[in-house]
């Protein structure tokens, strides 16, 4: 056993325990049996969700016995949310995105060995109740009144549409599943985000109240960010760890682009470098920020550990083969797609291109200036790019044998100065 508790807490990676001395005394004894659950409240995870994903691997590296519950009883219902009531997906939905979550899951956590992991399902036991048993053995233990006082259920209380009994009554599902792993596996710990501590402390409490033993919970903080806006979003939206719904490039440039206030931070969280390699990159950061070193080793080591070697060094790759750095021709299509399509860009059919698209309205089109007199001056300048090579004559027009393969479509890359990107991409 590693004593884990305190290095986690060095993390800052600790918002919440139970009674901290016992935890850290049972994490430093162990083995100890913990759970994290996730609902299937959509078809992949996303951010937010890595956070504890790398908690549980960090619990199993450190001598562990992970038990990985994907909620497919409670994602028919979800948690319930400040904003407002949740709609409830079909059946069969629910079912298929209990797969994928599962398929995701299984891939940050080993499955073999001394600690291996074991999957869950709450459906397993939930769908095994009538409503009057539900009621009698597990309702029986709640106190409305504290069932009430739950930030999000007090929250929505207070709001104009209120809350309905389903998303009340889910604190209730939640503690019967830390009871049920408690009874079928010994399960003594259950962790997640700070903002689900009502349902953890659920569990606790009604395994006091059955069996009469203490176990425990471990909340961590919720991620922020420096400038306020919501950790694990973009422009385009919500960064997931589905590539086909966040590209493995789209995900690297997440990282790079971390702001400075907040990169050592998040390397914390997310990087199983120690804290002495952790406190050297920090010192290096410190006396060259514009080398963003610490952004390129987050970016390296989190798109590897969600999405391989080869994914994440393709995405790399097309950073720099973007930027003029590498060769755009020698990137997968799919990679090629995936990156031109976080830039600024235009769609054409390719019949444009063979009657040949002059560069300065391709430049006008992609967004990457607003006039043609701009993008004539950019090419006399010699400050326009197409596919990394300078564009030498302001009458260029771009032809069929510009165009690269991207898959279902070709694109042409296009760039003024050194960092502002676009594209054309070209259908048919």
Not at 107 to 128: K, S
């Amino acid at each position: 056993m590693t004593d884990i508790f305190s290095e986690l807490k060095a993390r800052d990676l600790v918002a919440l325990s139970t009674d901290e001395s016992a935890l850290s005394s049972a994490l430093a004894e162990g083995p100890v049996n913990f759970y994290i659950g996730f609902d299937p409240t959509a078809p992949s995870l996303h951010m937010g969700n890595l956070v504890q994903l790398l908690f549980a691997r960090r619990l199993q590296l450190a001598g562990h016995n992970p038990f990985m519950l994907v909620g497919g009883a409670t994602g028919l219902i979800g948690d319930p949310r400040m904003s407002g009531e949740r709609t409830l997906n079909p059946r069969e939905v629910v079912e298929e995105w209990v797969g994928k979550i599962r398929n995701q899951v299984e891939r940050f956590v080993d499955f073999d060995g001394a600690h291996a992991a074991q999957m869950a399902n709450n459906l397993d036991w939930t769908g095994e109740y009538s409503a009057i048993d539900f009621l009698r053995e597990v309702g029986k233990h709640f106190s409305v009144n504290r069932m009430l006082a739950k930030e999000a259920v007090s929250a929505r209380l207070k709001s104009e549409h209120g809350i309905s009994f389903t998303e009340f009554s889910y604190q209730l599902l939640q503690g019967n599943d830390f009871l049920q792993l408690y009874k079928r596996h010994g399960v003594t710990l259950q962790h997640g985000g700070s903002d689900q501590w009502g349902n953890l402390t659920s569990g606790t409490d009604l395994i006091r109240r059955v069996e009469g033993v203490s176990v425990h919970a471990m909340a961590t903080p919720l991620m922020t960010k420096a400038d306020g806006t919501k950790f694990g979003k973009t422009e385009s939206g919500t960064v997931w760890l589905d590539p086909e719904l966040t590209s493995p490039y789209a995900f690297s440039q997440f990282w790079l682009n971390a702001d400075d206030r907040d990169v050592m931070k998040y390397l914390k969280v997310f990087s199983f470098r120690s804290l002495e390699e952790l406190a050297a990159l920090e010192e290096e950061f410190c006396a060259a920020p514009h080398k963003r070193s610490a952004q390129k080793a987050l970016a390296q080591e989190v798109t590897t550990l969600v999405h391989g070697e080869q994914q994440t060094a393709q995405a790399f790759a097309a950073a720099e083969a973007l930027f003029g750095s590498g060769e755009l021709a020698g990137l997968e299509p799919a990679t090629l797609a995936a990156a031109t399509a976080e830039v600024p860009h235009a769609t054409v059919p390719a019949s444009a291109l063979a009657a040949g698209l002059p560069v300065a309205d391709a430049f006008v089109e992609a967004g990457i200036v607003k006039s043609k007199g701009e993008a004539r001056r950019a090419i006399k300048e010699g400050g326009a790019y197409v596919n990394n090579v300078k564009v030498a004559a302001e009458d260029r027009a771009l032809t069929t044998a510009d165009v690269l393969d991207a898959g279902s479509a070709g694109v042409v890359v296009l760039r003024r100065g050194k960092k502002t990107l676009g594209a054309v991409r070209v259908e048919g």
